[in-house]
C-alpha cells in the first residue's frame, strides 16, 4: 500500500504542473515581466538613481493628490459597504420575489459599460440634467446644486460603481451565520436591536472587513469615472500617472507612483489578510 502511495505521489505532481504551469507562465508574461519593466523606469528615467521616488515623498503637488485619492476611496468604501450590507441582507434574508429582484439589481450592472455608466450620472448630476431641473421645476431650488465636477459627484460615481462588489463577500458570509443563535438570544430575551449589534454584526465583520478592502483597492485605479464626473477638477492618482506618462513623458515619476501605489496595496493586503480569512469570504 505504502509502495503504491509513493507512485502515484509523482503522478499527482506531474498532473498539478500540467494545469498549473500555463498559469504561471500567464502571469509572468501579463504581470512580473512589464511590473519589473515598469520599476526599472522608476530608477532609470531620465536617470539611474531614485530621485523619482525622492520627489514622491517631497512634493506637496503628489502629497495632494495622493491624500484626496485616499480621501475618496475611503468614503466610496464606507458608502458602498453601507448600501451593500442592507442589500446583502435583503439577498440572503428576504422573500424569494425581493431575493430575485435584489440579485437583478446586482448583477446587471455587470454588463454596463463603466464609461456608460458615467455619462449617465453625468447627465443626472450636471446644472441643468434631471436631477437639478427636477428640484427647480418644483420648486425646492433656485439655484442648481454642484452635483457635478466635485468630490461629491466623483464618489457618487464610484459607490454605484463599487457596491455590487461588496455585495458578495457580505452575502457569503451571512449565509454562514448560523441562525440558531439568534434564535437562542431571543429565547433568552435580547431584543432585535441587541441580537444585531452584539450578535450578528459581529459574525460579520470579516465581510465588513473584506468588502470595505475589496472596494478601497479597486477605487484606488479609477481612472474614467473620476475623469468624466470630476471634469479635471478632481485628479485621482491614476489619472496623474496616465498624465506624466502619456502627456508630459514623464515616464520615470509615472513609474515611480505606480511603483509605490503598488507596494501600499501590498501593505494592505497583508495587513488585512491578518485579520481576515479570504477562503471564509470565497465560500
Known amino acids: 500500500m505504502a509502495t503504491a502511495t509513493r507512485r502515484t505521489r509523482p503522478r499527482r505532481l506531474s498532473i498539478w504542473a500540467f494545469y498549473i504551469a500555463p498559469l504561471i507562465l500567464l502571469l509572468l508574461v501579463s504581470y512580473f515581466i512589464p511590473l519589473l519593466g515598469v520599476f526599472s523606469w522608476s530608477v532609470t528615467e531620465p536617470e539611474l538613481g531614485v530621485s523619482q521616488y525622492l520627489r514622491v515623498m517631497t512634493d506637496p503637488g503628489i502629497h495632494s493628490i495622493l491624500l484626496r485619492t485616499l480621501r475618496i476611496c475611503a468614503l466610496t468604501a464606507v458608502f458602498s459597504v453601507f448600501l451593500a450590507y442592507l442589500l446583502a441582507w435583503h439577498w440572503v434574508y428576504g422573500p424569494p420575489l425581493r431575493r430575485k429582484i435584489i440579485a437583478f439589481a446586482v448583477l446587471v450592472p455587470f454588463w454596463i459599460s463603466v464609461l456608460i455608466r458615467a455619462f449617465g450620472w453625468l ?3 450636471r446644472p441643468q440634467g434631471i436631477i437639478n431641473s427636477t428640484l427647480t421645476d418644483v420648486g425646492l431650488i433656485s439655484d442648481p446644486l454642484p452635483l457635478v465636477r466635485n ?4 464618489i457618487i460615481g464610484m459607490v454605484h460603481f463599487m457596491t455590487p462588489f461588496a455585495v458578495f463577500p457580505l452575502v457569503s458570509v451571512m449565509r454562514q451565520v448560523d441562525l440558531r443563535i439568534l434564535q437562542a438570544a431571543s429565547g433568552l430575551g435580547a431584543r432585535a436591536f441587541r441580537r444585531f449589534f452584539e450578535i450578528f454584526l459581529p459574525l460579520t465583520l470579516p465581510g465588513i ?3 470595505f478592502f475589496i472596494v ?3 477605487a484606488l485605479g479609477f481612472f474614467i469615472t473620476p475623469a468624466i464626473l470630476g471634469g479635471g477638477r478632481v ?3 491614476a489619472e496623474y500617472i496616465y498624465t506624466q506618462m502619456s502627456q508630459t513623458a514623464n515616464w520615470g515619476l509615472g513609474a515611480a507612483l505606480a511603483t509605490t501605489l503598488l507596494g501600499f496595496v501590498l501593505l494592505m493586503t497583508w495587513i488585512v489578510s491578518r485579520f481576515v480569512d479570504f477562503e471564509r469570504l470565497a465560500k
Do not use: N, Q, S
Open 123 to 125: 447627465a443626472l448630476l
Open 151 to 154: 468630490e461629491l459627484g466623483v
Open 209 to 211: 472587513i473584506g468588502a
Open 216 to 218: 478601497f483597492v479597486f
Open 235 to 237: 485628479v485621482m492618482i
